[in-house]
């Protein structure tokens, strides 16, 4: 047996503080699925605390904007004429300015551009930052950052702040802080699960995601009552409290605490740095700690299509996160206008259907080894999905909740798909010799392009939406065909090499 050399390059970080306050937290007496699970908890509660942060200003746009339809407080479900919004003269209320004119959608969609654009822009630096620091740290930072900010725009209400400027310069900023949790998070997911079943624990995984809406909606919804200010604050509170247990005990990497990549106890020095017993292990070990540039990750097979699938894809579930409850309040469901409170609630089924989508995309992607050809399955499928729950979703309650559930299993299936087991499996391939370190770079490419989608959608209802919703859900399913062309060359890339390697024989019926 070759003696032990230790590696001198590029050691790993030490424990968090958790774990050494803690002892009992490391070997040998907590094994390796212990800390994939509490890594798993931490990372999902982590994002769905970002989320949670998020929903906020869907639920408060009808408050801030105290409009109704033109013919009265019962909105029509037709696009006969124009949308035109005045004061609802039932409503006591006169709305909050800068938000509450006839204007007001398109101050809403502008607040909404100011976030998602940072956040998109952001997501790419944030990325390649998190391949060269601590992403503890840095995930700490970005929740930190992010709660203050979310409180700081709730404090609007309480100093009857009404300065269009302030809020859109608070959005701005809260959106670079919220652009640091995805890249960290999915890298830190990455480094602790390998390939086999991917997609189906991506897509267990990602439903915080939709937890996050679901837990958003439910906490800005039930405050909304005594004042809209609220509604930020709680969840404001929730993340920065996270991000303390974030930065007590998320390990990012196995090393960190005498693990190596295959689940194996590995020799640790009295530096707590890690022992192997080859060149050839240290010599890995030293190229895979090299961050992969960013220009070289856009040039890996398939990122770029990936990266453009999810910019229009992206701009659809977002749609969604920012107008839904804006929708169904001016959108009567059996005759029934709804309110505030109540389109909020409502608004939740289509991410317990998201729920569903992701576990159900990942799964199936995992069974036939195509993670393509499911997204444009799930893609192709919400195209009808969306279309009737326009015609039918006013019919019953019944309805509107059946089909608001398809489309957010639909709509954020292949969403929550590329945004992590894809993303991950990109951002290992072999090119780059399965490199962690280029998960963050990856993954903030392909999620900060679909987030400049995510940017344009909510800014573009906010002006379509003054001329019908029918022009909304048409913008919708533009989109999901782009998303689909997008992926059309993955696809048959993907069932060609499938024939190849003599799988899925099936198909060759359809490909001769």
Request: aromatic share 12%.
């Amino acid at each position: 047996m070759m003696p032990l050399k230790t590696l001198t390059l590029a050691p790993p970080p030490p424990p968090p503080p958790g774990l050494i306050l803690f002892p009992c937290l490391n070997l040998p007496n907590k094994t390796l699925k212990f800390h994939q699970v509490l890594v798993f908890i931490l990372t999902f509660t982590a994002y769905a605390a970002f989320h949670a942060s998020r929903k906020p200003p869907s639920i408060v746009k009808s408050v801030l904007t105290s409009t109704t339809l033109t013919n009265g407080t019962t909105a029509s479900n037709s696009d006969k004429g124009s949308f035109h919004f005045t004061r609802n003269p039932l409503q006591n209320d006169t709305g909050w300015a800068p938000f509450n004119g006839p204007h007001g959608p398109h101050r809403l969609g502008e607040l909404d551009l100011s976030f998602l654009l940072a956040y998109s822009i952001g997501m790419y630096f944030s990325g390649h930052i998190g391949d060269t620091i601590d992403l503890r740290i840095f995930l700490t930072v970005g929740m930190l950052g992010s709660g203050i900010f979310v409180i700081i725009f709730g404090l609007g209400y309480f100093l009857d702040l009404h300065s269009f400027g302030f809020f859109v310069t608070i959005q701005i900023v809260c959106g670079l802080f919220q652009s640091v949790g995805w890249p960290c998070v999915v890298a830190v997911v990455g480094n602790w699960f390998g390939n086999a079943r991917r997609g189906l624990i991506m897509g267990v995984w990602n439903s915080h995601t939709s937890v996050g809406n679901i837990m958003g909606s439910l906490i800005a919804s039930s405050v909304l009552g005594i004042g809209w200010g609220w509604s930020f604050m709680l969840p404001g509170i929730f993340i920065v409290i996270i991000a303390f247990f974030i930065y007590l005990f998320l390990v990012v990497n196995p090393e960190n605490v005498g693990f190596d990549l295959l689940g194996k106890e590995v020799e640790m020095s009295g530096e707590g740095v890690a022992l192997v017993d080859s060149e050839n292990n240290e010599t890995e070990d030293v190229e895979s700690s090299i961050a992969i540039g960013f220009f070289e990750a856009w040039r890996l097979p398939d990122v770029a299509s990936f990266a453009f699938c999810l910019f229009f894809s992206k701009l659809v579930a977002y749609t969604f996160l920012y107008w839904l409850p804006f929708y169904i309040r001016h959108t009567a469901v059996a005759n029934v206008q709804l309110s505030d409170k109540t389109a909020g609630n409502l608004s939740t089924v289509f991410d317990i259907g998201g729920v569903f989508g992701g576990i159900l995309a990942g799964f199936i992607s995992d069974v036939i080894g195509a993670r393509a050809v499911t997204s444009v399955i799930f893609l192709f499928l919400s195209i009808p999905a969306l279309t009737l729950y326009r015609i039918y979703g006013s019919v019953s309650m019944f309805t509107n909740i059946a089909l608001m559930f398809a489309s957010g299993l639909l709509v954020n299936g292949p969403y929550s798909l590329i945004t992590t087991a894809v993303a991950t499996d990109l951002g290992t391939k072999a090119l780059i010799k399965g490199n962690s370190r280029a998960l963050a770079t990856v993954t903030a490419i392909i999620d900060g392009t679909g987030s400049v989608g995510a940017a344009l959608g909510p800014l573009l209802v906010g002006y379509i939406s003054t001329i019908g919703w029918n022009s909304v859900f048409a913008m919708l399913i533009i989109s999901i065909s782009f998303a689909v062309l997008l992926l059309i060359n993955v696809v048959i890339n993907d069932v060609k090499g499938k024939l190849n390697d003599g799988k899925w024989l099936w198909c060759r019926i359809f490909t001769r």
